[in-house]
């Protein structure tokens, strides 16, 4: 066995809904592990998730907005709504996601104030990433920066708001206590290892006798985090 009895398996993709037979997928899983998962909410195959998956198995359910995508293809977040809240009615934790992407600023707090109406209280998070050449969050401007303040859930997303920490030399527990498992079944410390230093993988599904888990933190080559969650999380204190 991989991973123990009641480990967490967070699926996560692109989107993870999109899988063939994915609700049988999530089922035989959840005999053994607990999961949890990022989605846009784009199908309906959410609502056979909901009527099949016993939600006590499932940690969190994170659903991202994507407004610009959404109105381009439905002119209304009415799906998502729907898809949301019969998630919360079978008695599943959901939370919305809204990316603060920088072409969105303007229009963020109305599509906040829309969703609420709805029931739901949605989560600004900072983006990480390129826009127009400039690097994201460290080129958010000072205003920008109030906008989206508000809207942060917690601490760590306040910190992010500033830039992407580092945790370069720190010992981490990535490899050991969590790993990133690509669809091809490749196995890496962490998302930011799978991106930086692909080769330096940890075995994958397909051959478990050639698979090598750390034993335990192990220093962290990286100069920048791709996912400061799991730095923030797995990174040990200097």
Same mark, same amino acid.
């Given at each position: 066995?991989?991973?123990?009895?009641?480990?967490?398996?967070?699926?996560?993709?692109?989107?993870?809904?999109?899988?063939?037979?994915?609700?049988?997928?999530?089922?035989?899983?959840?005999?053994?592990?607990?999961?949890?998962?990022?989605?846009?909410?784009?199908?309906?195959?959410?609502?056979?998730?909901?009527?099949?998956?016993?939600?006590?198995?499932?940690?969190?359910?994170?659903?991202?907005?994507?407004?610009?995508?959404?109105?381009?293809?439905?002119?209304?977040?009415?799906?998502?709504?729907?898809?949301?809240?019969?998630?919360?009615?079978?008695?599943?934790?959901?939370s919305a996601n809204y990316?603060?992407?920088?072409?969105?600023?303007?229009?963020?707090?109305?599509?906040?104030?829309? @969703?609420?109406?709805?029931?739901?209280?949605?989560? *600004? !998070?900072?983006?990480?990433?390129? /826009?127009? %050449?400039?690097? $994201?969050?460290?080129?958010?401007?000072?205003?920008?920066?109030?906008?989206?303040?508000?809207?942060?859930?917690?601490?760590?997303?306040?910190?992010?708001?500033?830039?992407v920490p580092s945790y370069?030399?720190?010992?981490?527990?990535?490899?050991?206590?969590?790993?990133?498992?690509?669809?091809?079944?490749?196995?890496?410390?962490c998302t930011t290892y799978?991106?930086?230093?692909?080769?330096?993988?940890?075995?994958?599904?397909?051959?478990?006798?050639?698979?090598? @888990?750390?034993?335990?933190?192990?220093?962290?080559? *990286? !100069?920048?985090?791709?996912?400061? /969650?799991? %730095?923030?999380? $797995?990174?040990?204190?200097?």
């Amino acid at each position: 066995r991989i991973f123990p009895v009641g480990s967490v398996l967070h699926l996560t993709g692109g989107e993870p809904t999109l899988y063939p037979h994915f609700t049988h997928l999530c089922f035989e899983l959840t005999q053994e592990f607990t999961i949890g998962m990022n989605t846009n909410l784009s199908n309906d195959v959410m609502k056979e998730f909901a009527d099949t998956i016993d939600p006590t198995r499932v940690t969190v359910i994170h659903c991202a907005v994507h407004i610009e995508e959404r109105m381009r293809r439905e002119k209304s977040l009415d799906s998502f709504t729907r898809r949301f809240n019969y998630l919360q009615k079978r008695g599943f934790r959901v939370s919305a996601n809204y990316v603060a992407y920088p072409s969105l600023l303007r229009r963020m707090s109305d599509d906040f104030a829309v @969703l609420a109406m709805n029931g739901i209280q949605v989560v *600004a !998070k900072v983006f990480r990433g390129r /826009y127009k %050449g400039h690097l $994201y969050p460290e080129s958010y401007a000072d205003v920008e920066r109030s906008l989206i303040l508000p809207m942060l859930r917690t601490a760590r997303d306040r910190e992010f708001l500033i830039g992407v920490p580092s945790y370069l030399g720190r010992q981490c527990e990535a490899g050991s206590r969590f790993v990133v498992v690509t669809p091809e079944g490749d196995i890496h410390r962490c998302t930011t290892y799978r991106l930086e230093f692909p080769a330096n993988r940890l075995g994958t599904i397909s051959d478990r006798s050639g698979i090598r @888990l750390l034993r335990g933190p192990a220093m962290c080559m *990286a !100069k920048k985090c791709s996912c400061p /969650y799991e %730095g923030l999380r $797995y990174a040990k204190e200097r």
